[in-house]
């Protein structure tokens, strides 16, 4: 009965919002979805050649490649790699985007976690990556966690864990240390503001993890949250992130 009452309750709610359109969060026409059909056309088709490595905008004539790997990287991280193998990443963190990461990381609009996933997903599709073992989102602090309510890398990295049909793990990786917010910080101050800061409870030995976040900006949490993986004995670490910030 419980199980029939929760089918119910679903096809109820589709029927609503197929009767009841809602706003495009991003231009305000009437949407049956998060986005209107011409929004999710337009901004998730941003022709960038990024770097195979950390996903930041390359243009064409800086473009470095290592003899094996046909992949673009940047110079950055041929001559430093960071701990973490590949990132994939929809779009820059620009208007009109951002929009969709603010309402997620500060106004619980879980909505867009599951918007991100899903082409997050369609990214995964057309590109080289190997497959994860399991999905893990950037942890956030207790004291973090407690103040907002929610963690809004779990709700992009839980609906793409099941559009890959792979694990996913919001206790595998936490956060031991808490740490100021990276957006007030310079390059150098983020790298030693997140070093040991995260450590690894489950066990990763020879497995590819998938870390999900929602902006990766200088990339030194996602550095740290790998370097901790690898440490404890992951094979592969990759990166999926909603939005890229174009520079530092």
């Not at 997903?121 to 602090?141: G, K, T, Y």
């Not at 694990?167 to 040991?196: C, I, K, M, Y």
Request: hydrophobic content about 45%; overall charge positive; proline content about 5%.
């Amino acid at each position: 009965m419980a199980a029939r009452a929760r089918r119910f309750a679903a096809a109820a709610k589709r029927l609503a919002c197929a009767a009841l359109p809602g706003q495009c969060a991003l231009c305000g026409n009437l949407s049956q979805g998060l986005l209107c059909d011409g929004c999710d056309a337009q901004y998730w088709n941003e022709p960038r050649l990024r770097c195979a490595t950390c996903a930041l905008p390359l243009a064409s004539s800086y473009v470095r490649r290592e003899r094996d790997d046909a992949r673009p990287h940047c110079a950055a991280c041929l001559e430093s790699p960071p701990a973490f193998n590949d990132t994939l990443a929809l779009a820059d963190y620009r208007a009109p985007l951002d929009t969709l990461a603010v309402e997620l990381k500060f106004r619980a609009r879980l909505a867009a976690g599951a918007e991100f996933a899903r082409h997050l997903h369609a990214a995964f599709e057309d590109s080289d990556v190997p497959l994860p073992d399991v999905i893990v989102p950037v942890p956030l602090s207790g004291k973090r966690l407690v103040a907002r309510g929610y963690n809004q890398a779990w709700a992009i990295a839980r609906p793409l864990a099941r559009r890959l049909g792979v694990r996913s793990d919001a206790s595998l990786v936490a956060r031991v240390r808490h740490t100021s917010a990276q957006s007030r910080l310079d390059l150098d101050t983020r790298r030693r503001n997140v070093a040991s800061a995260f450590s690894i409870s489950g066990d990763v030995r020879g497995k590819h993890v998938g870390v999900v976040d929602d902006v990766m900006t200088s990339g030194a949490t996602l550095d740290a949250v790998a370097r901790a993986l690898k440490l404890s004995g992951a094979r592969r670490v990759t990166n999926f992130v909603a939005l890229r910030t174009p520079q530092d």
